[in-house]
């Protein structure tokens, strides 16, 4: 079997979760030969609470957030920020515990074929009409089966179906909705699934609870599993760069494996592991033969593909001390510093496997039983004990939050943004790094990836949208 990247579209839409080729890259934008002092804002828009990285198509942004007690698709005209339509949506039950400082959908919309497919936090897919947002259908028999802090898988839409994982691998139609295939020998995860070419054929392959898997995408068929752990949760999106793939997470580093073909199915050959750089909840990417991604430290590391070598990380987000813990401090990090070249382990690798996890389907309206990731089994509504997605105990306190980050490859720099809200624009190279830029883009937090298209980018914070340009 010979696999092979699969193609998306060319435009320099952002379609879906990483980008419109599912990559992190974003097409068509030119590297100025000086960066201005501020970027340009044009319009900012309130849309409702949420992580999720808006979805940009034909010059429409299509964003999924939270307004008041319902979770619903936003169109806004992209170049002027005015509303096009607002779909109904439906209502969602209020996020108590551990995961509440998140009330707002995480998993990216996917918008093909004239439709956008969103996942709501608690397991509700759903597909309305790209046009005007009518609805087409929405499915809620899996509803509830969830990991313990909530959907954050992000959809895929291939060849007319509408690839979701919610509590189990499920295809639908995209426009009867009818179930097309369900792969149900395992749980959900936090990770999304990307798209290879196998032997000519299209496939996906994903993390779930336990597993990694390939999964025909027409049918459904089990391709490869194997056993796989990142750590405390599986939450990145594996990486696909022909017959390799790149996996990372919590406490275990990164690791490189090949696929090669083998009578009767596939063998896997590990290639090599990178204990020193784990993510906590963010995607690494990988461009021109480097894997990028940002370490619960909140610092931008450089890992090789060929080696697996570290050659160099950066900070790019408030600082942390060990064990992820806040300390004091203000917004932005570390500056004037610039990059360091890597030396040795961090120390960073984490006995252990997945803990506190587990599917859950809420029992009768009742209270919702929910497993913490780090504080083990909670119920919604208690009081104290988990630790929250923040990385400080309980709560808002000490320094900003560690181990989030996005990274977007344009032409050739990275943009870097972590919920510190500000926007890092770095110059790779071989074993090194320069900071080109820092820009201030919100006053509230940023988890979401930012849009970029052109010299326009779009920056989704807590509850609004705004478009600044590179002039």
């Given at each position: 079997m010979i696999f092979t990247s699969a193609s998306y579209v060319g435009a320099s839409d952002w379609s879906q979760f990483l980008g419109s080729n599912r990559d992190g890259a974003a097409a068509g934008f030119n590297v100025p030969e000086s960066w201005p002092s501020e970027l340009k804002k044009h319009w900012s828009v309130e849309v409702g609470d949420g992580l999720a990285s808006p979805a940009l198509v034909d010059g429409r942004l299509y964003v999924f957030a939270r307004q008041g007690d319902r979770e619903r698709v936003i169109c806004l005209d992209a170049k002027s920020g005015e509303a096009i339509w607002t779909e109904d949506g439906y209502e969602s039950p209020t996020i108590e515990g551990p995961a509440s400082y998140h009330v707002g959908p995480r998993s990216v919309p996917a918008v093909a074929e004239g439709k956008v497919v969103t996942l709501g936090l608690h397991g509700v897919l759903s597909c309305v009409n790209a046009s005007d947002g009518e609805l087409a259908w929405r499915k809620k028999e899996f509803a509830g089966e969830i990991p313990g802090f909530f959907t954050s898988s992000s959809p895929i839409i291939v060849d007319g179906l509408a690839i979701a994982l919610i509590g189990h691998v499920v295809a639908y139609d995209l426009e009867s909705g009818e179930e097309a295939w369900i792969w149900d020998q395992d749980g959900s995860s936090y990770g999304s699934p990307a798209l290879i070419d196998v032997d000519g054929q299209?496939?996906?392959?994903?993390?779930?609870?336990?597993?990694?898997?390939?999964?025909?995408?027409?049918?459904?068929?089990?391709?490869?599993?194997?056993?796989?752990?990142?750590?405390?949760?599986?939450?990145?999106?594996?990486?696909?760069?022909?017959?390799?793939?790149?996996?990372?997470?919590?406490?275990?580093?990164?690791?490189?494996?090949?696929?090669?073909?083998?009578?009767?199915?596939?063998?896997?050959?590990?290639?090599?592991?990178?204990?020193?750089?784990?993510?906590?909840?963010?995607?690494?990417?990988?461009?021109?033969?480097?894997?990028?991604?940002?370490?619960?430290?909140?610092?931008?590391?450089?890992?090789?593909?060929?080696?697996?070598?570290?050659?160099?990380?950066?900070?790019?987000?408030?600082?942390?001390?060990?064990?992820?813990?806040?300390?004091?401090?203000?917004?932005?990090?570390?500056?004037?510093?610039?990059?360091?070249?890597?030396?040795?382990?961090?120390?960073?690798?984490?006995?252990?496997?997945?803990?506190?996890?587990?599917?859950?389907?809420?029992?009768?309206?009742?209270?919702?039983?929910?497993?913490?990731?780090?504080?083990?089994?909670?119920?919604?509504?208690?009081?104290?004990?988990?630790?929250?997605?923040?990385?400080?105990?309980?709560?808002?306190?000490?320094?900003?939050?560690?181990?989030?980050?996005?990274?977007?490859?344009?032409?050739?720099?990275?943009?870097?943004?972590?919920?510190?809200?500000?926007?890092?624009?770095?110059?790779?190279?071989?074993?090194?790094?320069?900071?080109?830029?820092?820009?201030?883009?919100?006053?509230?937090?940023?988890?979401?990836?930012?849009?970029?298209?052109?010299?326009?980018?779009?920056?989704?914070?807590?509850?609004?949208?705004?478009?600044?340009?590179?002039?």
């Amino acid at each position: 079997m010979i696999f092979t990247s699969a193609s998306y579209v060319g435009a320099s839409d952002w379609s879906q979760f990483l980008g419109s080729n599912r990559d992190g890259a974003a097409a068509g934008f030119n590297v100025p030969e000086s960066w201005p002092s501020e970027l340009k804002k044009h319009w900012s828009v309130e849309v409702g609470d949420g992580l999720a990285s808006p979805a940009l198509v034909d010059g429409r942004l299509y964003v999924f957030a939270r307004q008041g007690d319902r979770e619903r698709v936003i169109c806004l005209d992209a170049k002027s920020g005015e509303a096009i339509w607002t779909e109904d949506g439906y209502e969602s039950p209020t996020i108590e515990g551990p995961a509440s400082y998140h009330v707002g959908p995480r998993s990216v919309p996917a918008v093909a074929e004239g439709k956008v497919v969103t996942l709501g936090l608690h397991g509700v897919l759903s597909c309305v009409n790209a046009s005007d947002g009518e609805l087409a259908w929405r499915k809620k028999e899996f509803a509830g089966e969830i990991p313990g802090f909530f959907t954050s898988s992000s959809p895929i839409i291939v060849d007319g179906l509408a690839i979701a994982l919610i509590g189990h691998v499920v295809a639908y139609d995209l426009e009867s909705g009818e179930e097309a295939w369900i792969w149900d020998q395992d749980g959900s995860s936090y990770g999304s699934p990307a798209l290879i070419d196998v032997d000519g054929q299209k496939a996906v392959v994903m993390p779930t609870r336990a597993k990694l898997v390939v999964l025909n995408a027409s049918d459904g068929n089990l391709l490869h599993e194997m056993t796989y752990s990142q750590g405390r949760n599986n939450t990145a999106a594996p990486i696909v760069d022909g017959q390799t793939l790149y996996v990372a997470g919590p406490g275990r580093g990164m690791t490189a494996y090949q696929f090669k073909s083998a009578s009767g199915g596939l063998e896997v050959e590990r290639l090599w592991e990178n204990p020193e750089n784990s993510v906590t909840f963010n995607n690494p990417i990988l461009s021109n033969g480097v894997v990028y991604g940002v370490d619960r430290n909140n610092e931008l590391f450089s890992i090789s593909a060929a080696s697996g070598e570290t050659a160099w990380k950066a900070p790019v987000g408030a600082a942390v001390a060990a064990a992820g813990q806040g300390r004091p401090g203000g917004e932005g990090g570390p500056r004037g510093g610039g990059m360091r070249r890597q030396g040795g382990g961090e120390g960073q690798a984490q006995a252990g496997g997945p803990r506190g996890e587990g599917m859950r389907r809420p029992a009768g309206g009742g209270e919702q039983a929910q497993s913490g990731g780090q504080g083990g089994p909670r119920r919604q509504g208690g009081a104290g004990g988990g630790r929250g997605a923040r990385g400080g105990r309980g709560g808002m306190g000490g320094a900003g939050p560690s181990g989030f980050g996005s990274i977007v490859v344009a032409d050739s720099v990275l943009f870097t943004l972590t919920p510190s809200s500000e926007l890092v624009v770095i110059k790779p190279s071989g074993d090194q790094g320069k900071e080109l830029a820092r820009y201030k883009v919100s006053e509230s937090q940023t988890y979401a990836y930012p849009v970029i298209a052109g010299d326009q980018i779009f920056i989704k914070d807590q509850n609004s949208v705004t478009l600044y340009s590179v002039k």
